[in-house]
């Protein structure tokens, strides 16, 4: 359930209080649901992949998951292709979000070397050279691991040999941000940038009434304020002609993105909630939006996307 996976994953405390989850919207829109599924790009001369691209969803494609926070193995079954993928922790320890790098083949990896094997359809590496990324693990009382959304890069016989690339997610939810800024955007500084679990800690608070999302990683730190109109809940749609929160003037919606010591005095933008969950206490716990705002009433834009559990 929702607490129990911010709970596994480490993240702040008092975010979400409940399991229960309820959505701001009309009746018919859903509450946030979790992604099974196994992607891969093979580049040419790769002998796993076979040079080629995949995607399986479940239920599809046939995808279980076991193991432990030390060791945990994916199978994909797709018609007559079968996929296994092997994350292990350095010996001794376990899986947590986090950065792998230098993995050896996950079986017979030595010293303090995670593990990594992805093989498929009769073919595997005698050795393995690569890096995975955990963005996301769970784990139930006895310890297996329930909730799993990683990433890897893996080199077969070689270090130098054709990359296969691919993302492993079991029953996890999009955790993540990003935001592209235009040349001149005084709070992005003209730059893109994405972060996940797996580098950054995220956080959201609030209420029908107004959300905070915060982001602290990769020598960064982001604060994006959401806020309806002065009398209004959020709820799914979009949220026009947003100027500074808490300044903005009745009838507005409130915006207010800044990061790394930077902030609009004033701003013009909008924002849009695409998925909304609050739980039994009426704090949010899921969030899906985007957002454009222009600091001062500049041309340039500073543009980004929020994924919370939604």
């Known amino acids: 359930m929702l607490l129990r996976r ?12 409940a399991t229960v989850l309820t959505v701001a919207a009309a009746p018919a829109q859903a509450a946030p649901t979790s992604v099974t599924s196994y992607s891969f790009t093979s580049e040419a001369g790769d002998y ?3 040079g080629q691209t995949r995607d399986y969803q479940a239920p599809s494609a046939d995808i279980r998951l076991s193991g432990t926070a030390g060791y945990v193995t994916m199978r994909v079954d797709a018609g007559s292709e079968w996929w296994t993928i092997e994350l292990a922790a350095p010996n001794g320890d376990v899986l947590r979000p986090g950065r792998y790098l230098d ?74 941000y990003r935001f592209a800024s235009d040349a001149g955007d005084y709070i992005g500084g003209g730059v893109t940038k994405s972060y996940t679990n797996a580098t950054s800690v995220f956080g959201l608070r609030g209420t029908a009434s107004g959300v905070s999302f915060s982001v602290s990683g990769q020598r960064d730190y982001w604060s994006v304020e959401l806020y309806p109109p002065a009398g209004q809940t959020l709820r799914v749609g979009t949220y026009t002609d947003a100027q500074r929160y808490p300044f903005n ?21 909008e924002f849009t909630i695409r998925e909304i969950a ?28 929020i994924r919370y559990f939604a």
Request: aromatic fraction near 6%.
């Open 103 to 176: 993995a050896e083949r996950a079986a017979f990896r030595t010293g303090r070397s995670p593990g990594l094997d992805v093989s498929g359809t009769g073919r595997g590496c005698n050795r393995v050279y690569g890096n995975f990324w955990i963005d996301q693990i769970g784990t139930a009382a006895d310890g297996t691991v329930t909730l799993l959304d990683a990433r890897f890069t893996q080199h077969c016989e070689s270090e130098t040999a054709p990359r296969l690339q691919g993302t492993v997610k079991f029953a996890a939810y999009p955790l993540s």
């Open 48 to 50: 796993i992949g076979g």
């Open 278 to 305: 609050f739980d039994a206490s009426g704090a949010v716990s899921a969030l899906s939006a985007t957002y454009v705002q222009h600091c001062e009433g500049g041309t340039p834009a500073l543009r980004g996307t």
């Open 6 to 17: 911010l709970t596994t994953l480490g993240m702040a405390a008092g975010v979400v209080t």
């Open 249 to 269: 003037e009745s009838g507005h919606p409130g915006l207010s993105v800044s990061g790394n010591g930077r902030g609009c005095n004033t701003l013009t933008g």
